[in-house]
């Protein structure tokens, strides 16, 4: 059993390695990217080069430095997935701290809610709002927010659910404190467990919905780079330009695949009862 | 059973009443402001289309009124006319409809009939080479884009192999073929697509049915039936099975609206003629009555799948329906 979990961490440190390295290069794209990601270049002998020694990822169908565009591709993949997760967790928790604290009909009215909200396939609700909202960058990571609270919301009421009953808190009660003392003070700093495993999972799945969004052209705008974009021009060169494919996939399942580690390890030490599968 | 069936029918109501306030709520949000940077390329089309929108669906008449038609247009599945072609958008949906329903029906099949026997085989070898094999696979699941995905299966399987079409459900010259060579050629068209779909909901629902089954397995009653010398194969495949796959019923409520939410970039990238490519291009064309029409009908789709899943469930487990 002690092999196993040593065998977890190990790839779970590689995990958090990966996140620290890519965290560094989207807070110093200026310095690592060796060319402008935005300079057009409509040359022949420019336009969707192979990876060479002076385009490493080889350049696009404009003539751009493709390893420059990844550079600042993932300043943009990071800040959505952050800003977004942050906005689920702020409604998630607050949702789910008030339904699972009063109960009675605010509970019942909120939990509706909630059940309202997960009938929609969530990428079709983004898409709806995007196509009333017009695609920007702000707009993606408020959308993005916007709806991947609901299972947090579950979980957080639950934990509270279960708390509220506790000695300590009923102790708290008897003497006196009042709601917002118990819930901030007493109830809130033991129901995190599944906050910051959801918020490590959620930059995963944030990252993943902003690529597709960018991929399907409803995302961060060109000529502004991100991985999901440049995946565009990826297809549509499909059969000559193999670089523009595959770079920009291979950092997405990578960037993705760390938080998802680096979340499982983290929840099966804080709370090995939540121990079970992922919802995508 | 009868009297389990009226209440989670009766709970639809509210269900439907708070789907239809919050797509209402939707259609408000568009600022009507065509000086952002997409509606900037073409502020006619976007801003008459709005005008257009708001006189199809009362939405300049007071907030009742509004509601109370929003909810008799989708109670009757009337969405108007589309902007573009002028034809009723519900039935630019039945035309759509059946492709849709061939994708998501196979991938739901594919992914169960894959899932449970690896999830199983996974919880009874736990640790096994198999096991850890599997674990790895779901965690690459679980981060693989799958648009990414479809790109590099149309890339190696349709263009460097040649194995199976591009995109498309069904060539022109579909009609000159008889009606077997039909079918042959609409699986063909459905092998790539399908695999990206069915791939969306694999890992999922087998790391859920692994988890299930170790549950089980560690029951009283599985120590019970191995210490009364029953053998192995009969402890798992006759005690241990039937209680583990339970609860992976409720999952075909949960996999539905990842599955239709997938339709709406695989049909797009596949060129798949169903109701999510329809979607995506009346999103891209401002076809707002088209949008919602494809919104709503996704939507209950989804609610059909959980009711019949919650329906299997307590026909199965007496114990849900007692409750």
């Not at chain 1, 390295?21 to 402008?36: E, G, S, T």
């Not at chain 2, 884009?145 to 263009?159: C, G, H």
Request: charged letters at 15%; proline letters at 5%.
């Amino acid at each position: 059993m002690k092999n196993k979990r040593d065998f977890r961490k190990k790839y779970a440190g590689v995990g958090l390695a990966v996140i620290l390295i890519m965290f560094l290069v989207a807070v110093f794209a200026n310095f690592i990217a060796p060319y402008d990601p935005e300079e057009i270049n409509l040359e022949p002998d420019a336009r969707l080069q192979a990876p060479s020694m002076k385009h490493l990822l080889g350049t696009d169908d404009l003539g751009r430095d493709v390893f420059s565009r990844m550079v600042y591709g993932a300043r943009i993949s990071l800040s959505v997935g952050f800003v977004a997760v942050f906005l689920s967790l702020v409604i998630g928790v607050t949702v789910g701290a008030i339904a699972g604290y009063f109960g009675g009909w605010v509970d019942t009215l909120l939990m509706r809610i909630v059940e309202i909200v997960m009938c929609f396939p969530r990428i079709f609700l983004i898409l709806m709002l995007i196509a009333f909202l017009g695609p920007n960058i702000i707009i993606v990571m408020a959308v993005i927010g916007l709806t991947g609270w609901t299972g947090l919301a579950r979980l957080v009421r639950a934990e509270f659910l279960s708390l509220k009953e506790r000695d300590y808190v009923q102790a708290a009660r008897a003497l006196g404190a009042g709601d917002r003392r118990i819930i901030f003070k007493h109830i809130l700093p033991n129901a995190l467990s599944p906050v910051y495993v959801s918020a490590v999972l959620g930059v995963g799945g944030a990252i993943l919905i902003e690529s597709s969004l960018s991929f399907l052209g409803l995302g961060v705008q060109i000529p502004t780079p991100s991985w999901g974009n440049i995946l565009t021009s990826g297809m549509h060169y499909i059969e000559s330009a193999w670089w523009l494919m595959l770079f920009p996939g291979l950092a997405i399942l990578i960037t993705v695949l760390s938080y998802n580690l680096v979340g499982e390890t983290l929840r099966d030490i804080l709370d090995p009862r939540l121990k079970g599968f992922n919802q995508k | 059973m009868i009297k389990y069936i009226t209440k989670r029918l009766l709970l639809m109501i509210p269900m439907l009443l708070g789907i239809s306030l919050l797509t209402l709520l939707i259609m408000h949000l568009s600022p009507g402001d065509p000086t952002s940077l997409r509606y900037g390329l073409n502020p006619e089309v976007s801003g008459s289309a709005r005008a257009q929108l708001h006189e199809l669906y009362n939405l300049d008449k007071p907030f009742i009124v509004q509601y109370g038609s929003w909810l008799k247009r989708i109670v009757t599945l009337d969405f108007g006319r589309s902007f573009l072609d002028n034809r009723p958008v519900i039935e630019k949906i039945r035309e759509r409809l059946p492709a849709t329903l061939l994708l998501q029906v196979s991938a739901l099949v594919l992914i169960f009939s894959i899932a449970i026997p690896v999830g199983v085989m996974s919880a009874v070898k736990q640790n096994s080479l198999f096991d850890k094999i599997t674990t790895f696979l779901v965690f690459i699941g679980f981060a693989t884009p799958t648009f990414w995905l479809a790109l590099i299966l149309m890339r190696v399987f349709a263009f460097n192999l040649e194995w199976f079409p591009v995109s498309g459900m069904s060539p022109w010259y579909a009609e000159f073929m008889t009606p077997f060579e039909r079918v042959r050629d609409v699986l063909w068209h459905l092998v790539l697509p399908l695999t990206t779909l069915a791939f969306t909901g694999l890992a999922s629902l087998s790391r859920y049915v692994r988890y299930s089954m170790l549950e089980v397995i560690r029951q009283d009653y599985i120590r019970t039936a191995r210490a009364k010398g029953l053998s192995e194969n009969k402890v798992i495949f006759k005690h241990a099975l039937k209680n583990a796959l339970l609860p992976v019923v409720t999952i075909l409520g949960m996999t539905l609206p990842a599955l239709i939410g997938g339709s709406f970039i695989f049909e797009t990238i596949f060129a798949w003629p169903g109701m999510g490519r329809l979607g995506y291009m009346s999103i891209m064309q401002y076809d707002y009555p088209t949008v919602m029409g494809v919104g709503i009908i996704s939507v209950f789709l989804t609610l059909i799948g959980i009711l019949i899943s919650d329906i299997l469930y307590a026909a199965i487990d007496p114990r849900i329906r007692f409750e």
